[in-house]
Protein backbone atom coordinates (compact mmCIF):
# COMPACT_ATOMS: atom_id res chain seq x y z
CA UNK A 1 0.00 0.00 0.00
CA UNK A 2 3.27 2.56 0.81
CA UNK A 3 4.40 1.72 -2.28
CA UNK A 4 1.17 2.45 -4.37
CA UNK A 5 0.47 5.87 -2.82
CA UNK A 6 4.23 7.07 -2.99
CA UNK A 7 3.47 5.85 -6.98
CA UNK A 8 0.45 7.93 -6.86
CA UNK A 9 2.17 10.76 -5.64
CA UNK A 10 5.58 10.88 -7.94
CA UNK A 11 2.63 10.51 -10.70
CA UNK A 12 0.58 13.83 -9.93
CA UNK A 13 2.56 16.49 -11.33
CA UNK A 14 3.25 19.07 -8.78
CA UNK A 15 1.83 22.11 -10.05
CA UNK A 16 3.66 25.50 -9.46
CA UNK A 17 1.90 28.77 -8.85
CA UNK A 18 2.30 30.87 -11.98
CA UNK A 19 2.89 34.63 -11.43
CA UNK A 20 0.39 36.39 -13.96
CA UNK A 21 1.83 37.79 -16.96
CA UNK A 22 2.00 41.37 -17.18
CA UNK A 23 0.14 42.61 -20.05
CA UNK A 24 2.11 45.78 -22.04
CA UNK A 25 -0.24 48.15 -23.03
CA UNK A 26 0.96 48.27 -27.03
CA UNK A 27 1.56 51.92 -27.62
CA UNK A 28 0.12 53.98 -30.30
CA UNK A 29 2.34 55.71 -33.06
CA UNK A 30 0.92 58.58 -31.53
CA UNK A 31 1.82 58.00 -27.90
CA UNK A 32 5.44 56.99 -29.16
CA UNK A 33 5.28 60.50 -30.57
CA UNK A 34 4.38 61.62 -27.55
CA UNK A 35 6.45 60.36 -25.71
CA UNK A 36 9.88 61.53 -27.81
CA UNK A 37 8.83 65.61 -27.88
CA UNK A 38 8.37 65.02 -24.37
CA UNK A 39 11.63 63.76 -23.63
CA UNK A 40 13.50 66.22 -26.20
CA UNK A 41 11.52 69.29 -24.61
CA UNK A 42 12.70 68.30 -20.87
CA UNK A 43 15.98 67.46 -22.12
CA UNK A 44 16.11 71.05 -23.33
CA UNK A 45 14.48 72.24 -20.16
CA UNK A 46 17.34 70.54 -17.98
CA UNK A 47 19.91 72.14 -20.24
CA UNK A 48 19.00 75.74 -19.90
CA UNK A 49 18.99 74.94 -16.06
CA UNK A 50 22.22 72.97 -15.96
CA UNK A 51 24.74 74.78 -18.18
CA UNK A 52 24.60 78.34 -16.74
CA UNK A 53 25.40 76.25 -13.09
CA UNK A 54 28.15 74.32 -14.83
CA UNK A 55 29.43 77.37 -17.01
CA UNK A 56 29.90 78.92 -13.62
CA UNK A 57 32.16 76.53 -12.42
CA UNK A 58 34.27 75.77 -15.08
CA UNK A 59 34.74 79.53 -15.67
CA UNK A 60 35.63 79.80 -12.26
CA UNK A 61 39.48 78.14 -12.63
CA UNK A 62 39.59 78.93 -16.32
CA UNK A 63 41.74 81.64 -17.49
CA UNK A 64 39.99 85.28 -17.67
CA UNK A 65 41.71 85.76 -21.02
CA UNK A 66 39.65 82.50 -22.24
CA UNK A 67 36.07 83.34 -20.61
CA UNK A 68 36.40 86.97 -22.22
CA UNK A 69 37.33 85.43 -25.65
CA UNK A 70 34.02 82.89 -25.49
CA UNK A 71 36.49 79.94 -25.87
CA UNK A 72 35.22 78.87 -22.47
CA UNK A 73 32.15 76.55 -23.33
CA UNK A 74 32.16 73.01 -22.41
CA UNK A 75 35.46 72.53 -20.26
CA UNK A 76 37.82 74.58 -18.48
CA UNK A 77 40.79 76.18 -20.76
CA UNK A 78 43.93 77.27 -19.04
CA UNK A 79 43.32 75.99 -15.17
CA UNK A 80 44.00 79.01 -13.24
CA UNK A 81 42.77 78.87 -9.55
CA UNK A 82 44.31 82.62 -9.00
CA UNK A 83 40.41 83.59 -7.99
CA UNK A 84 40.12 80.92 -5.21
CA UNK A 85 43.63 81.92 -3.80
CA UNK A 86 42.82 85.36 -3.97
CA UNK A 87 39.46 84.90 -1.69
CA UNK A 88 40.56 81.89 0.36
CA UNK A 89 43.72 83.96 1.87
CA UNK A 90 41.40 86.64 3.37
CA UNK A 91 40.16 86.17 6.71
CA UNK A 92 36.74 88.38 6.52
CA UNK A 93 36.08 85.44 4.16
CA UNK A 94 36.01 83.01 7.04
CA UNK A 95 34.45 85.72 8.88
CA UNK A 96 31.64 86.06 6.94
CA UNK A 97 31.16 82.48 6.69
CA UNK A 98 31.05 82.24 10.26
CA UNK A 99 28.57 85.01 11.02
CA UNK A 100 26.63 83.61 8.20
CA UNK A 101 26.25 80.02 10.32
CA UNK A 102 25.25 81.77 13.46
CA UNK A 103 22.46 84.04 11.71
CA UNK A 104 20.97 81.43 9.60
CA UNK A 105 21.16 78.66 12.90
CA UNK A 106 19.55 81.39 15.02
CA UNK A 107 16.88 83.46 12.80
CA UNK A 108 15.66 79.43 11.87
CA UNK A 109 15.53 78.47 15.59
CA UNK A 110 13.45 81.06 16.75
CA UNK A 111 11.51 81.21 13.37
CA UNK A 112 10.31 77.41 13.36
CA UNK A 113 9.63 77.97 16.70
CA UNK A 114 7.08 81.02 16.65
CA UNK A 115 5.79 79.93 13.28
CA UNK A 116 4.92 76.03 14.87
CA UNK A 117 3.29 77.65 18.22
CA UNK A 118 1.30 80.55 16.12
CA UNK A 119 0.13 77.96 13.47
CA UNK A 120 -0.76 75.59 16.31
CA UNK A 121 -2.79 78.38 18.15
CA UNK A 122 -4.51 79.49 14.76
CA UNK A 123 -5.68 75.87 13.28
CA UNK A 124 -7.52 75.64 16.68
CA UNK A 125 -11.28 76.87 16.43
CA UNK A 126 -11.68 77.65 20.25
CA UNK A 127 -8.84 80.41 19.78
CA UNK A 128 -10.06 83.43 21.22
CA UNK A 129 -10.20 86.33 17.81
CA UNK A 130 -9.28 83.43 15.46
CA UNK A 131 -10.70 85.41 12.48
CA UNK A 132 -9.46 88.75 13.40
CA UNK A 133 -5.76 87.25 13.88
CA UNK A 134 -6.04 85.26 10.44
CA UNK A 135 -6.99 88.80 8.97
CA UNK A 136 -4.31 90.64 10.75
CA UNK A 137 -1.54 87.85 9.54
CA UNK A 138 -3.25 87.29 5.76
CA UNK A 139 -3.10 91.71 5.39
CA UNK A 140 0.82 91.33 5.79
CA UNK A 141 1.09 89.10 2.67
CA UNK A 142 -0.75 91.87 0.73
CA UNK A 143 0.85 95.06 2.31
CA UNK A 144 4.18 96.30 4.02
CA UNK A 145 4.92 99.46 5.64
CA UNK A 146 7.90 100.26 3.28
CA UNK A 147 11.71 100.70 4.16
CA UNK A 148 12.06 103.81 5.59
CA UNK A 149 9.45 102.58 8.63
CA UNK A 150 11.13 99.61 8.33
CA UNK A 151 14.51 100.97 9.22
CA UNK A 152 12.56 103.33 12.04
CA UNK A 153 10.95 100.54 13.46
CA UNK A 154 14.68 98.60 13.92
CA UNK A 155 16.59 101.83 14.71
CA UNK A 156 13.58 102.19 17.78
CA UNK A 157 14.37 99.29 19.24
CA UNK A 158 17.98 100.15 19.40
CA UNK A 159 18.63 96.80 17.12
CA UNK A 160 21.17 98.92 13.86
CA UNK A 161 24.38 97.53 13.79
CA UNK A 162 23.73 94.62 16.08
CA UNK A 163 23.23 90.84 15.28
CA UNK A 164 19.48 91.05 16.32
CA UNK A 165 18.69 92.84 12.67
CA UNK A 166 19.51 90.22 11.00
CA UNK A 167 17.78 87.63 13.30
CA UNK A 168 14.78 89.35 14.55
CA UNK A 169 13.05 90.67 11.56
CA UNK A 170 10.84 88.80 9.49
CA UNK A 171 10.88 86.01 11.88
CA UNK A 172 7.30 84.70 10.89
CA UNK A 173 6.69 84.20 7.43
CA UNK A 174 2.97 84.48 6.79
CA UNK A 175 2.90 81.87 4.42
CA UNK A 176 5.00 79.29 6.06
CA UNK A 177 2.21 80.17 8.94
CA UNK A 178 -0.37 78.99 6.68
CA UNK A 179 1.33 76.41 5.16
CA UNK A 180 1.72 74.61 9.19
CA UNK A 181 -1.72 75.57 10.09
CA UNK A 182 -2.81 73.61 7.01
CA UNK A 183 -0.85 70.48 7.91
CA UNK A 184 -1.80 70.62 11.94
CA UNK A 185 -5.67 71.01 10.81
CA UNK A 186 -5.14 67.91 8.10
CA UNK A 187 -2.41 66.08 9.51
CA UNK A 188 -3.36 66.15 13.59
CA UNK A 189 -6.82 63.84 13.98
CA UNK A 190 -8.77 65.51 17.30
CA UNK A 191 -9.12 61.91 18.76
CA UNK A 192 -5.07 62.01 19.30
CA UNK A 193 -5.72 65.11 21.31
CA UNK A 194 -8.94 63.83 22.80
CA UNK A 195 -7.32 60.78 24.33
CA UNK A 196 -3.73 63.14 25.34
CA UNK A 197 -6.16 65.03 27.34
CA UNK A 198 -8.15 61.95 28.63
CA UNK A 199 -4.35 61.03 30.29
CA UNK A 200 -4.30 64.68 31.47
CA UNK A 201 -1.65 66.65 29.73
CA UNK A 202 -2.30 70.45 29.77
CA UNK A 203 -1.65 72.31 26.52
CA UNK A 204 2.34 72.43 26.66
CA UNK A 205 2.49 69.15 27.09
CA UNK A 206 0.03 68.06 24.70
CA UNK A 207 1.61 70.35 21.86
CA UNK A 208 5.60 69.08 23.43
CA UNK A 209 4.95 65.55 23.73
CA UNK A 210 2.32 64.69 21.38
CA UNK A 211 1.55 67.09 17.94
CA UNK A 212 5.74 67.70 17.80
CA UNK A 213 6.61 64.18 17.58
CA UNK A 214 3.65 63.28 14.66
CA UNK A 215 4.60 66.48 13.04
CA UNK A 216 8.18 66.66 12.02
CA UNK A 217 7.76 66.51 8.22
CA UNK A 218 6.78 70.04 8.03
CA UNK A 219 9.12 70.86 11.21
CA UNK A 220 11.80 70.02 8.32
CA UNK A 221 10.07 71.82 5.73
CA UNK A 222 9.73 75.01 7.72
CA UNK A 223 13.64 74.66 8.90
CA UNK A 224 14.71 74.07 5.10
CA UNK A 225 12.61 77.34 3.95
CA UNK A 226 13.48 79.64 6.78
CA UNK A 227 17.56 78.34 6.86
CA UNK A 228 17.76 78.47 2.83
CA UNK A 229 15.94 82.03 2.85
CA UNK A 230 18.49 83.58 5.42
CA UNK A 231 21.90 82.19 4.18
CA UNK A 232 20.81 83.82 0.76
CA UNK A 233 19.75 86.90 2.59
CA UNK A 234 21.87 89.70 2.24
CA UNK A 235 19.65 93.37 2.41
CA UNK A 236 18.94 93.71 5.74
CA UNK A 237 22.80 93.55 6.89
CA UNK A 238 23.62 95.69 3.78
CA UNK A 239 21.01 98.32 5.47
CA UNK A 240 21.61 98.07 9.19
CA UNK A 241 25.14 97.14 9.42
CA UNK A 242 27.92 99.28 9.48
CA UNK A 243 30.73 96.95 11.31
CA UNK A 244 32.23 95.11 8.66
CA UNK A 245 33.40 91.74 11.66
CA UNK A 246 29.32 91.23 11.45
CA UNK A 247 28.68 90.94 8.07
CA UNK A 248 27.70 87.84 6.37
CA UNK A 249 29.04 86.10 3.60
CA UNK A 250 27.07 87.64 0.90
CA UNK A 251 27.82 91.03 2.23
CA UNK A 252 31.33 90.37 2.70
CA UNK A 253 32.09 88.76 -1.18
CA UNK A 254 29.98 92.42 -2.35
CA UNK A 255 32.36 94.32 -0.87
CA UNK A 256 34.82 92.22 -2.56
CA UNK A 257 33.66 92.75 -6.23
CA UNK A 258 33.42 95.91 -5.54
CA UNK A 259 36.85 96.80 -3.99
CA UNK A 260 37.88 95.11 -7.27
CA UNK A 261 36.07 96.49 -9.61
CA UNK A 262 37.23 100.00 -8.29
CA UNK A 263 40.29 99.28 -7.91
CA UNK A 264 42.71 101.41 -10.28
CA UNK A 265 46.19 99.53 -9.84
CA UNK A 266 47.02 101.22 -6.70
CA UNK A 267 48.61 97.83 -5.37
CA UNK A 268 51.05 97.66 -8.04
CA UNK A 269 48.43 95.98 -10.25
CA UNK A 270 47.79 97.26 -13.60
CA UNK A 271 43.84 98.57 -14.55
CA UNK A 272 43.51 95.38 -16.81
CA UNK A 273 45.32 92.50 -14.57
CA UNK A 274 42.34 94.66 -11.85
CA UNK A 275 39.56 93.92 -14.54
CA UNK A 276 40.85 89.78 -15.05
CA UNK A 277 40.54 89.18 -11.44
CA UNK A 278 37.20 90.95 -10.78
CA UNK A 279 35.71 88.84 -14.01
CA UNK A 280 37.14 85.66 -12.13
CA UNK A 281 36.19 86.76 -8.83
CA UNK A 282 32.10 86.85 -9.94
CA UNK A 283 32.40 83.58 -10.64
CA UNK A 284 34.30 82.36 -7.78
CA UNK A 285 31.76 84.31 -4.85
CA UNK A 286 28.88 82.29 -6.36
CA UNK A 287 30.55 79.25 -5.78
CA UNK A 288 32.01 79.96 -2.36
CA UNK A 289 28.44 81.38 -1.45
CA UNK A 290 26.21 78.62 -3.08
CA UNK A 291 28.35 75.50 -2.20
CA UNK A 292 26.56 74.57 1.06
CA UNK A 293 22.98 75.10 -0.93
CA UNK A 294 24.39 72.87 -3.87
CA UNK A 295 25.49 70.26 -1.35
CA UNK A 296 22.71 69.93 0.91
CA UNK A 297 19.63 70.03 -1.73
CA UNK A 298 20.48 67.18 -2.91
CA UNK A 299 19.51 64.86 0.31
CA UNK A 300 16.32 67.51 1.25
CA UNK A 301 14.64 67.57 -2.10
CA UNK A 302 11.78 65.52 -1.30
CA UNK A 303 10.99 68.05 1.18
CA UNK A 304 10.77 71.09 -0.66
CA UNK A 305 8.02 69.17 -2.52
CA UNK A 306 6.31 67.79 0.43
CA UNK A 307 6.04 71.38 2.05
CA UNK A 308 4.21 72.49 -1.76
CA UNK A 309 1.73 69.67 -1.26
CA UNK A 310 0.80 70.54 2.61
CA UNK A 311 0.45 74.15 1.45
CA UNK A 312 -1.90 72.81 -1.53
CA UNK A 313 -3.84 71.38 0.80
CA UNK A 314 -7.19 72.65 1.54
CA UNK A 315 -7.82 75.01 4.89
Known amino acids: MENVFQENQTAQPVEKAQKPKKRRVKESKGDRVYYIVTYILLG ?56 TIWYTVAYTALSVVFTLTAAWALSRKTLPLRKFWM ?11 GLIPFYNVVSSL ?52 VILPISMPIVAVLTLYYAIGQWNSYFNAMIFLQDEKMFPLQLVLKEILT ?19 ANQLKYVSVIISSLPVFLLYPFVQKYFAQGVLVGSLKD
Do not use: H
Open 158 to 209: NMVNTPWAIILPGTVSAWNLFMAKTFFQTGVSDSIIEAAEIDGANRFRLFVS
Open 259 to 277: ASETTTGGSGETILEQFRL
Open 44 to 99: LLAAIVIYPLYFIVIASFSSTDAVLAGKVFLYPVDIDFTGYVKVFRRADIWIGYAN
Open 135 to 145: FFFTLTMFFGG
